[in-house]
């Protein structure tokens, strides 16, 4: 079988329900958003030290593969599972790493290590997919409601991650000073 088939070069895709749609739709450019997620998560496994952290983020690409998949139609269960206890264990996993951190009080700056800031480049695209999601929801699509919710705790996970990573790598937290004077020429 080729990779190549072709089908795709009018500017039109099938998603995997058979639905034939732009490729620039909401439902495509968001699942081509994940696909963006996966890469960054890819290089954060890369970069993590810690092998807690290492298969974590493993599992995590596994089920950004079942969100595309469902994003794009595909609707057996059995072979791409995710469901509400998913949204659940992601909120289990912010709660046990935002225990391991000081609390935030402040607004963060984005930055520290270089994993800490692959981390929050991979949340912003999540962000980015989840409201390419919700605009397919409300024009084009019928979205599962558990995949926006597991994609707005995912959303959360990365953003606690980023700053847990920095704390154990012993960066502080850059806040956000609203009044910061401009730098000198």
């Not at 034939?20 to 496994?45: F, I, T, W």
């Not at 402040?106 to 912003?124: D, F, K, W, Y």
């Not at 847990?164 to 937290?173: F, M, P, Q, R």
């Given at each position: 079988?080729?990779?190549?088939?072709?089908?795709?070069?009018?500017?039109?895709?099938v998603?995997?329900?058979?639905?034939?749609?732009?490729?620039?739709?909401?439902?495509?450019?968001?699942?081509?958003?994940?696909?963006?997620?996966?890469?960054?998560?890819?290089?954060?496994?890369?970069?993590?030290?810690?092998?807690?952290?290492?298969?974590?983020?493993?599992?995590?690409?596994?089920?950004?593969?079942?969100?595309?998949?469902?994003?794009?139609?595909?609707?057996?269960?059995?072979?791409?599972?995710?469901?509400?206890?998913?949204?659940?264990?992601?909120?289990?996993?912010?709660?046990?790493?935002?225990?391991?951190?000081?609390?935030?009080?402040?607004?963060?700056?984005?930055?520290?290590?270089?994993?800490?800031?692959?981390l929050?480049?991979?949340?912003?695209?999540?962000?980015?997919?989840?409201?390419?999601?919700?605009?397919?929801?409300?024009?084009?699509?019928?979205?599962?409601h558990?995949?926006?919710?597991?994609?707005?705790?995912?959303?959360?996970?990365?953003?606690?991650?980023?700053?847990?990573?920095?704390?154990?790598?012993?960066?502080?937290a850059?806040?956000?000073?609203?009044?910061?004077?401009?730098?000198?020429?």
């Amino acid at each position: 079988m080729n990779i190549y088939t072709k089908k795709g070069d009018s500017g039109f895709t099938v998603l995997a329900g058979g639905q034939k749609v732009a490729k620039n739709s909401c439902l495509v450019v968001a699942y081509g958003a994940l696909d963006e997620v996966s890469a960054h998560l890819a290089k954060c496994r890369y970069l993590a030290k810690e092998d807690k952290l290492r298969e974590l983020l493993t599992y995590l690409l596994h089920k950004l593969a079942n969100c595309a998949a469902l994003a794009a139609g595909y609707q057996d269960e059995q072979k791409c599972p995710l469901n509400e206890a998913d949204v659940t264990y992601l909120e289990k996993a912010i709660d046990s790493y935002s225990a391991k951190t000081p609390p935030i009080n402040h607004i963060l700056v984005p930055g520290g290590s270089e994993l800490a800031i692959e981390l929050n480049l991979a949340r912003a695209v999540v962000r980015r997919s989840e409201l390419l999601l919700w605009q397919a929801q409300n024009t084009e699509a019928k979205i599962p409601h558990f995949l926006l919710c597991y994609i707005n705790r995912l959303s959360d996970l990365l953003f606690i991650l980023m700053n847990y990573v920095n704390n154990e790598d012993g960066v502080l937290a850059e806040t956000w000073a609203p009044s910061l004077a401009a730098p000198m020429l």
